[in-house]
């Protein structure tokens, strides 16, 4: 189904509930995905995703179509996920920098994370990372996302995207070999 | 081809799997493409993310519970909601009128006290508020009354000069 479509049954609300399961069916995944690399955490990651959800149903009337349907949702998600780890911060009494640390420190002994010793390394060298290079890092090396793709969601130039990318790479392999 | 695959066969013993050149091609473009998309081989290839099994189809069930399914239960508690929320509204504006009204009469009240010369709040307080001593009976009982009076008949008059002189700094008080 094409998303124009796919908004106009949203936006329906005779349509609206059967539309949102296929909005659901569709983004699930890619979005677990996108949160799960921020938040790092499966319990959180599943939160922030149903929160996300909740949000694009509650707000889908609101959607004016000015840029594509899954790019408001990326930026829903990250927007969320962003929420999410100050609020945990607060919580822990912490800055919103230390709350990295702190996340990936406890990444070891979590049940859902079966990396190994160079995994969670890169983890790490990830978390060093200011947040754009984070986010692109992430799409592009984990999600598989194309620049063009990427470009839609971010908002950003093909070409930023891809300086950005490489100004990550570069980084992580310098963490990566003195660490 | 019959003739290449004996000689391979007789010759060095080695065999292929079975139709291994066949796929060979494609394997072949997929390994390059990822050789080209991967930066360096310094970094790992996933995250070590993982997810609990079948995750997926309960967090669909989760959000249906949160949004189209949680619609659809609470229809009947909505109108309870307005009608909550209205009385809220209402009651807010009645406490928020009283208050006000309070503060006004009050504020009204203060302004008349203001305006009230020192002459006639001393003419007032001389024929309407009895002296203190009269007050105070007021709010005594019939033997309470007896019970001062009799304490007092039974204490020496010695006592009691000694305790006035000891305790009162000016004597002449007494005089007026």
Same mark, same amino acid.
């Given at each position: 189904?094409?998303?124009?479509?796919?908004?106009?049954?949203? $936006?329906?609300?005779?349509?609206?509930?059967?539309?949102?399961?296929?909005?659901?069916?569709?983004?699930?995944?890619? !979005?677990?995905?996108?949160?799960?690399?921020?938040?790092?955490?499966?319990?959180?990651?599943?939160?922030?995703?149903?929160?996300?959800?909740?949000?694009?149903?509650?707000?889908?009337?609101?959607?004016?179509?000015?840029?594509?349907?899954?790019?408001?949702?990326?930026?829903?998600?990250?927007?969320?996920?962003?929420?999410?780890?100050?609020?945990?911060?607060?919580? !822990?009494?912490?800055?919103?920098?230390?709350?990295?640390?702190?996340?990936?420190?406890?990444? $070891?002994?979590?049940?859902?994370?079966?990396?190994?010793?160079?995994?969670?390394?890169? $983890?790490?060298?990830?978390?060093?990372?200011?947040?754009?290079? $984070?986010?692109?890092?992430?799409?592009?090396?984990?999600?598989?996302?194309?620049?063009?793709?990427?470009?839609?969601?971010?908002?950003?130039?093909?070409?930023? !995207?891809?300086?950005?990318?490489?100004?990550?790479?570069?980084?992580?392999?310098?963490?990566?070999?003195?660490? | 081809?019959?003739?290449?695959?004996?000689?391979?066969?007789?010759?060095?013993?080695?065999?292929?799997?079975?139709?291994?050149?066949?796929?060979?091609?494609?394997?072949?473009?997929?390994?390059?493409?990822?050789?080209?998309?991967?930066?360096?081989?310094?970094?790992?290839?996933?995250?070590?993310?993982?997810?609990?099994?079948?995750?997926?189809?309960?967090?669909?069930?989760?959000?249906?519970?949160?949004?189209?399914?949680? &619609?659809?239960?609470?229809?009947?508690?909505?109108?309870?909601? &307005?009608?909550?929320?209205?009385?809220?509204?209402?009651?807010?504006?009645?406490?928020?009128?009283?208050?006000?009204?309070?503060?006004?009469?009050?504020?009204?009240?203060?302004?008349?006290?203001?305006?009230?010369?020192?002459?006639?709040?001393?003419?007032?307080?001389?024929?309407?508020?009895?002296?203190?001593?009269?007050?105070?009976?007021?709010?005594?009982?019939?033997?309470?009354?007896?019970?001062?009076?009799?304490?007092?008949?039974?204490?020496?008059?010695?006592?009691?000069?000694?305790?006035?002189?000891?305790?009162?700094?000016?004597?002449?008080?007494?005089?007026?």
């Amino acid at each position: 189904m094409e998303e124009e479509e796919l908004v106009q049954l949203l $936006q329906n609300p005779k349509r609206k509930d059967e539309a949102f399961g296929i909005l659901l069916k569709e983004y699930k995944v890619r !979005l677990y995905w996108h949160i799960r690399n921020f938040v790092k955490v499966h319990e959180d990651a599943d939160d922030v995703l149903q929160n996300v959800f909740i949000k694009v149903y509650r707000n889908i009337h609101k959607f004016k179509g000015e840029s594509k349907l899954y790019s408001w949702m990326y930026r829903i998600a990250s927007n969320e996920s962003i929420t999410f780890l100050n609020k945990k911060a607060k919580k !822990l009494n912490i800055s919103n920098e230390e709350i990295k640390d702190y996340i990936l420190d406890n990444l $070891q002994s979590d049940v859902y994370f079966e990396g190994d010793e160079i995994q969670l390394k890169l $983890q790490k060298a990830i978390a060093k990372l200011p947040e754009k290079q $984070q986010l692109v890092f992430n799409m592009k090396y984990f999600q598989d996302l194309k620049y063009k793709e990427m470009s839609i969601i971010l908002e950003t130039s093909v070409g930023a !995207l891809k300086s950005n990318y490489h100004h990550a790479v570069k980084k992580i392999e310098v963490y990566l070999k003195n660490n | 081809m019959e003739f290449k695959d004996k000689i391979n066969k007789n010759q060095t013993g080695f065999i292929t799997p079975k139709a291994y050149f066949e796929g060979f091609e494609s394997r072949l473009f997929q390994k390059l493409s990822e050789q080209n998309t991967t930066p360096n081989s310094i970094l790992p290839e996933t995250s070590g993310l993982e997810i609990p099994e079948a995750y997926f189809n309960t967090v669909e069930k989760a959000i249906f519970e949160r949004t189209i399914n949680q &619609k659809k239960t609470k229809v009947v508690s909505l109108w309870y909601y &307005k009608i909550a929320k209205v009385a809220a509204i209402l009651l807010l504006i009645i406490t928020g009128y009283g208050i006000l009204q309070t503060t006004y009469k009050t504020n009204q009240q203060t302004d008349r006290f203001s305006t009230v010369s020192e002459e006639d709040l001393e003419i007032y307080i001389e024929n309407n508020i009895l002296p203190y001593s009269e007050m105070r009976n007021l709010f005594m009982e019939e033997g309470e009354f007896e019970i001062a009076d009799n304490a007092i008949n039974e204490l020496d008059n010695e006592v009691i000069l000694r305790y006035l002189d000891n305790e009162l700094d000016d004597l002449d008080l007494l005089d007026e």
